[in-house]
């Protein structure tokens, strides 16, 4: 099944250890996102890239990066981790950048900082 | 700027009874809608979208969503509540500016609970 997936599942990595989480997918989407959830709130987004296009929301810090090498893959990258980005990450794939397109989501990495 | 307001963040229902979860949505222009379930420690599913077609839109799982612009309302309903519903209902509406199309503006949630 055309799907998108999220590894490691959980992840603990500790106070300002880089780390890194990857997304892939096979639904052929151009358009692939990152959001921040945090515990009892709503899904944060973070960045997203229209094909190899990135676009950073305004108020994502810096500490927070993203690759896509390809179509298939993104990562999110950690620079250094606070207590605070303690979270489930969620990676999101749609095929357009268009407001009507669906958004399918992947399982999430959940993200603990010791 | 949209927004999306889902009004009550735990709802608790008996297993057979009615389910009615409440999203009321600000948009100047017609709106693209999205109801989404989340299981504990999973992704987003989409449950329906309201693309402006049918106002009265079917999901999965038996959930449906009315589309009402004059209350701004996409309010969810299920007839019957089963036990498997028992998760979180994030209601989001589709970004229209700033060169975001397509990024999702998302409610708080609501927690739904269902009593055997």
């Known amino acids: 099944d055309a799907m998108v997936i999220q590894n490691p599942r959980y992840q603990v990595t500790q106070f300002g250890k880089p780390v890194t989480l990857s997304c892939s997918q096979t639904l052929n989407h151009n358009v692939m996102y990152w959001y921040q959830q945090k515990s009892s709130q709503a899904p944060k987004l973070l960045f997203h890239?229209?094909?190899?296009?990135?676009?950073n929301e305004a108020d994502t810090p810096d500490n927070f990066q993203s690759r896509r090498p390809n179509t298939s893959f993104c990562f999110l990258d950690i620079r250094s981790p606070g207590l605070g980005d303690a979270a489930m990450y969620l990676c999101a794939t749609s095929s357009l950048a268009a407001l009507q397109e669906t958004q399918y989501f992947g399982p999430g990495t959940r993200l603990l900082v010791l | 700027a949209q927004s999306v307001t889902q009004l009550g963040s735990h709802v608790s229902v008996s297993e057979g009874a009615l389910v009615l979860l409440r999203c009321n949505y600000s948009s100047s222009v017609p709106p693209y809608l999205f109801w989404y379930v989340q299981y504990p420690n999973q992704g987003l599913q989409l449950l329906l979208k309201y693309t402006s077609a049918a106002t009265l839109v079917k999901g999965i799982n038996g959930f449906e969503a009315e589309f009402k612009k004059s209350e701004t309302s996409f309010h969810l309903t299920k007839p019957s509540a089963h036990m498997s519903d028992a998760a979180e209902y994030f209601c989001a509406v589709s970004e229209e500016y700033g060169g975001s199309q397509g990024n999702l503006i998302f409610g708080k949630g609501t927690k739904l609970s269902v009593k055997p």
């Open positions: 890239y229209y094909d190899k296009d990135f676009n």
